[in-house]
């Protein structure tokens, strides 16, 4: 069994007349290779493999047939860690019973599962590989893959760079990703070859998901409740980057704010353990990449605005005027094309890289005392995770209560307390009751929306600011319409919502 340690890095096809650049500021000697390789994949009708998540595969190189199955392992933004075994063939199907016993689930029937897999997909492409051997011995080999994942008559590109730790320290492949980095755009890539293929051989297609509570446990520690948060924050963050790539979809960067926010919102509740210098400067790189994409916010509701031809204010004697002014505005917001070489950029590029290091290495271990460090690796998360509930909620209910009534700019002026409050439930909820949680939280993620859609009111109230349409009084009074139908709702909603016993408790 090997298990090995590489960073995957989606790149442009120009990416070569970089290397040279990077091995000469490396100092490194380069045993350059080129392989034509030919991978068929293999699973069962229904999957199973992909179930266990393991992959299967056939390799053929030159006259070389191998067999490799890869077992369950971990993937951190980009830094992919997997046991796999290889076993050289003399055929191109594979034979099962030449793995490891040790490595299929208890109620695996190898023979039937010998059976029952076949072919499903190919991967076939040029591998240009430069095994790069460093003075002290550390050895790090670099593959560029250009080619093509196929199932039937389906095909996608294949453009990448792998890097992959053969002897040294895994700092050498974050140094590696950074410095190429500079010299040409790229992103760090948490989808293998495989999971490329059987996405392809399903026929799926990838769309916006909302942001689901992070997958932490009672008995985590504060660490590990802190490390699961955050990683799926970035995993969040990471799909929608590529989601917005491929479909121009710009729901996906309000998804891909939200991942930002958890991640910032996971950093404070956890500070006083966290005692690192690297992580003020962090926070800070991840609150510019929020800054980058604050336009999602105005774009959506003029976009919501404009929808079905402005369908929502179709009654408006302006209409016409106040679609051409919205059709205006949209034109001018970030487009996909300034947006993709956001995403990559060598800022954004190092920024992902940082956060990936920071949760893989684990600085905060060196700096924090040690007594605040065996509290945050020995205290368990229900001890504390009510605690951070209560301090956000006390707060909601100081500027939320329930005897007062509201107005549009009180419930707009609550927005960001609320996204913090549901983003607390986001990092330690997942520990108590699922359909008490829902319970709670679904007047609150009601009265969320409801500020949402009030906010897309605000095009229209700002082109009436700026003198951009005349109103006669019929625009004022279906905005006030409008508003006070919302806020009726809220309201209702709030007084609910302030009624209910919170699920912490």
């Not at 995957?8 to 650049?21: A, G, P, Y």
């Not at 890097?163 to 320290?169: Q, S």
């Not at 959506?300 to 404009?306: D, E, G, H, R």
Request: contains cysteine; glycine residues 4%; charged residues 25%.
């Amino acid at each position: 069994m090997e298990n090995e340690i590489e960073i995957k890095l989606i790149v442009s096809k120009n990416i070569e007349e970089s290397f040279d650049e990077l091995y000469k500021n490396q100092g490194v000697k380069v045993v350059p290779q080129n392989h034509d390789l030919s991978n068929i994949y293999f699973d069962t009708d229904e999957k199973l493999l992909r179930q266990w998540d393991m992959g299967l595969r056939i390799r053929v190189n030159g006259g070389h047939i191998e067999q490799t199955i890869k077992t369950a392992g971990q993937v951190i933004g980009g830094l992919h860690q997997r046991p796999e075994y290889n076993i050289d063939l003399d055929s191109t199907f594979p034979k099962l019973s030449l793995f490891p016993a040790l490595i299929w689930p208890d109620d695996c029937k190898l023979p039937e599962l010998q059976n029952k897999i076949k072919p499903l997909f190919s991967t076939d492409f040029l591998r240009n590989s430069s095994m790069l051997i460093y003075p002290d011995g550390s050895i790090v080999d670099l593959v560029y893959d250009v080619g093509t994942i196929t199932s039937d008559d389906k095909n996608v590109e294949i453009c990448e760079v792998e890097l992959e730790l053969v002897k040294g320290k895994p700092q050498l492949l974050f140094n590696l990703a950074d410095k190429l980095a500079e010299l040409n755009p790229l992103r760090f890539g948490t989808v293998s070859k495989a999971a490329r293929g059987y996405q392809l051989a399903n026929g799926s297609v990838n769309s916006v998901k909302k942001l689901t509570i992070a997958p932490v446990l009672a008995d985590d520690t504060l660490e590990q409740a802190y490390i699961k948060t955050v990683s799926h924050g970035l995993e969040h963050w990471q799909y929608h980057v590529e989601l917005f790539i491929e479909s121009g979809d710009y729901l996906a960067i309000k998804e891909l704010r939200q991942a930002l926010q958890l991640i910032i919102k996971a950093n404070e509740l956890y500070q006083d353990y966290l005692v690192n210098s690297q992580l003020k400067s962090l926070t800070k790189e991840l609150f510019w990449l929020m800054e980058q994409l604050a336009f999602i916010d105005q774009y959506t509701w003029v976009n919501q605005l404009l929808a079905g031809n402005g369908q929502k204010f179709k009654k408006l004697d302006n209409h016409k005027q106040i679609f051409s002014l919205l059709e205006n505005q949209r034109y001018q917001f970030s487009d996909v094309n300034s947006l993709e070489q956001l995403f990559t950029s060598t800022r954004h590029s190092h920024l992902v890289s940082r956060l990936i290091q920071w949760l893989y290495f684990k600085p905060w271990r060196l700096d924090t005392s040690g007594e605040t460090l065996e509290k945050f690796q020995r205290i368990k998360l229900r001890r504390v995770a009510g605690l951070f509930l209560a301090q956000d909620w006390e707060a909601v209910q100081q500027t939320l209560p329930y005897e007062a009534t509201l107005s549009y700019q009180d419930y707009l002026a609550q927005r960001q307390n609320l996204q913090h409050n549901m983003q607390v439930g986001i990092c330690v909820g997942n520990i108590y009751d699922a359909s008490a949680r829902a319970n709670f939280r679904a007047p609150w993620q009601d009265i969320s929306a409801g500020i949402e859609q009030l906010l897309q009111l605000e095009p229209i109230y700002q082109l009436l600011r700026d003198e951009l349409i005349a109103d006669e009084g019929n625009i004022k009074e279906w905005l006030s319409r409008k508003q006070q139908s919302l806020i009726g709702a809220m309201e209702l909603s709030r007084k609910s919502a302030l009624k209910l016993m919170p699920y912490w408790q």
